[in-house]
């Protein structure tokens, strides 16, 4: 299958930094990709739609400027997690969708102290 | 609209079957199926199309009813491999995020 990979693996940071993180697509390119968060022992929940070229998609109740996505390439998203605080803390997970399947990367394992 | 699974949780010994169900209050145009272990994130098992098909991966498949909008994962002879957290993400449109369920966590014993 196809190869999503996501750097970093894990990070931590003291409250108030920003926090990036990538996602890209080894093999493939992908046009669509999707950010998912998902905290201990919870389901994932989609954050947003990231489109290449254009201005992301969030889903409701996520913040647009907490939470800033850039797809400025066919192979690259990034996630960049401002101002954070201890209640961002998450598994953070990127997905991109190739001949209809949808493959995810490792996760970013986010901590703020 | 998220999907609905169940049961939440499921313990086996090994070489014992189960099933995992899935169901929507909304028309799907698809149902992905995932295992997440521990740690790492969820790795593809299969995808059905609506249309009612039925797929098979080794000693694990799937069914999709279109007209119940409702699918179905069967584990037969399980390995103690098996043991993860099985998701199923639902399609409303195609090339649409993919909506998850809460995750029925499977434990499979020797």
């Known amino acids: 299958g196809a190869v999503v990979s996501q750097h970093p693996s894990r990070v931590i940071c003291k409250s108030g930094t920003s926090v990036k993180i990538e996602c890209r697509s080894l093999?493939?390119?992908?046009?669509?990709m999707f950010w998912y968060r998902q905290f201990p022992k919870q389901s994932l929940m989609l954050m947003a739609t990231?489109?290449?070229?254009?201005?992301?998609?969030?889903e409701q109740g996520v913040e647009k400027d907490k939470f800033l996505i850039n797809h400025a390439s066919l192979t690259l998203s990034t996630l960049t997690v401002t101002s954070a605080h201890p209640e961002d803390s998450s598994f953070y997970i990127c997905?991109?969708?190739?001949?209809?399947?949808?493959?995810f990367g490792p996760g970013t394992r986010l901590l703020v102290l | 609209q998220q999907p609905v699974q169940s049961p939440q949780a499921v313990i086996l010994r090994e070489g014992e079957d189960a099933v995992i169900n899935c169901s929507s209050s909304?028309?799907?145009?698809?149902v992905h199926w995932y295992r997440q272990k521990h740690g790492e994130a969820p790795v593809f098992l299969m995808i059905?199309?609506?249309?009612?098909e039925q797929k098979g991966h080794e000693k694990i498949s799937a069914s999709f009813n279109e007209k119940k909008q409702q699918s179905s994962l069967y584990l037969t002879a399980s390995q103690l491999s098996y043991s993860g957290t099985y998701f199923c993400?639902?399609?409303?449109?195609?090339?649409?995020?993919?909506?998850f369920g809460k995750g029925t966590t499977l434990s499979v014993s020797s």
């Open positions: 997905s991109a969708r190739e001949r209809g399947t949808q493959y």
């Open positions: 993400g639902t399609e409303r449109q195609a090339g649409t995020a993919l909506i």
């Open positions: 990231s489109n290449e070229g254009s201005k992301a998609t969030y």
């Open positions: 909304k028309a799907l145009y698809s």
């Open positions: 059905l199309l609506k249309g009612g």
């Open positions: 093999d493939f390119q992908a046009t669509t």
